[in-house]
């Protein structure tokens, strides 16, 4: 009898990396069209040319200068450049994106190997690198609708307004329902809490993606919140303002779920979670930056091989205490 001898694994799947990342483009439609809705053709063209960047950019760097001539695209850079566009806001130009696509596609990405050994969640660099390098531009939120009335363009976000003048102010302009369904400022893809939600279900469904990080991290800055809020509820906010403003779902749901940027069990995945969490609610109110997702994300991003070698499961057939290699 002729034994099997192939390297492992030995365990089959039809799924791929391509289709993998087709499904995260379908979840993410929902917000994509929302985003239109809210801001305009302005915010799918920024979306769009932000995919179509990062996909060009990412051929021509594997196959003339990694040299890879069987390489075929996976949507990995869709997504990072949808993702990234939808961080952004209607106030930067063209070659900002484009700077922005670089670091994301180039250094977070492929400088450190290419899809799957990367350490930070590319489309997260490359929006912290144009929020440090392009303040204004990142900080200046449009309207929900603008293009219906021209004559009034550009407001404070929510989270703005919360640490300026207190979380009534922000209730007397914007109403818990208007956050919900994106009639805030902010940036392009974050506002519509319920579109975010709808492509989330898809993933599920489509078993994509696992609930721990989400779980972890949203009910983290529920608690933390509800903490500060009981300390100051006017200067703090509620934790369902929290929830519905600023990037909190869409990092949750979309980007702190990065199956290469995440710790490899559950354990790890709530501490993640957790950690993304405080962080956050830190950066948001005492930091100098009205929003902390990005910031929280990418730091816990560095910490995953500590998480994963701290909660690696002990070596099957030993003691409870058995040491762990």
């Known amino acids: 009898m002729r034994l099997s001898t192939d390297a492992a694994p030995h365990f ?92 994301s596609i180039l250094i977070a990405k492929h400088a450190f190997g290419g899809l799957g050994q990367n350490f930070f969640n590319p489309a997260l660099v490359g929006r912290v690198f144009l929020m440090i390098s392009f303040p204004t531009a990142m900080t200046t939120w449009y309207q929900p609708f603008y293009y219906r009335n021209p004559t009034i363009m550009t407001a404070a976000s929510p989270l703005g307004m919360l640490l300026d003048q207190g979380v009534d102010q922000v209730l007397k302009n914007y ?95 709530f501490v993640f979670g957790l950690g993304a969490g405080v962080l956050t609610v830190l950066i948001r109110l005492f930091g100098g930056y009205p929003e902390g997702v990005s910031f929280s994300i990418l730091i816990m991003n560095a910490f995953v091989p500590l998480i994963d070698d701290w909660l690696k499961p002990k070596i099957y057939g030993t003691s409870k205490g058995g040491a762990k290699k």
């Open 175 to 269: 109403s818990y329902w208007d956050m919900f369904v994106g009639k805030i400022p902010g940036s392009i893809g974050e506002v519509c809490t319920l579109a975010l939600i709808i492509g989330f279900i898809y993933l599920l469904i489509r078993d994509r993606v696992k609930v721990m990080i989400p779980l972890s991290y949203i009910g983290t800055v529920v608690v933390f919140s509800s903490i500060l809020y009981l300390v100051d509820p006017i200067k703090f906010g509620n934790p369902l303002f929290h929830l519905l403003t600023g990037g909190l779902i869409l990092g949750a749901l979309f980007m702190a779920t990065d199956m290469v940027t995440t710790p490899m069990t559950a354990k790890g995945e």
């Open 12 to 103: 089959r799947t039809n799924d791929s990396t391509r289709k993998v990342m087709l499904d995260v483009l379908i979840a993410l439609t929902p917000a994509v069209i929302a985003s239109t809705w809210i801001f305009g053709l302005r915010a799918l063209f920024i979306m769009l040319y932000s995919m179509v960047l990062a996909e060009g950019l990412e051929y021509i760097t594997v196959r003339f200068i990694r040299k890879q001539k069987d390489f075929k695209p996976d949507f990995s850079a869709s997504v990072t450049g949808l993702l990234l566009g939808m961080n952004l806001t209607l106030g930067v130009n063209w070659w900002q994106i484009l700077i922005g696509v670089m670091v």
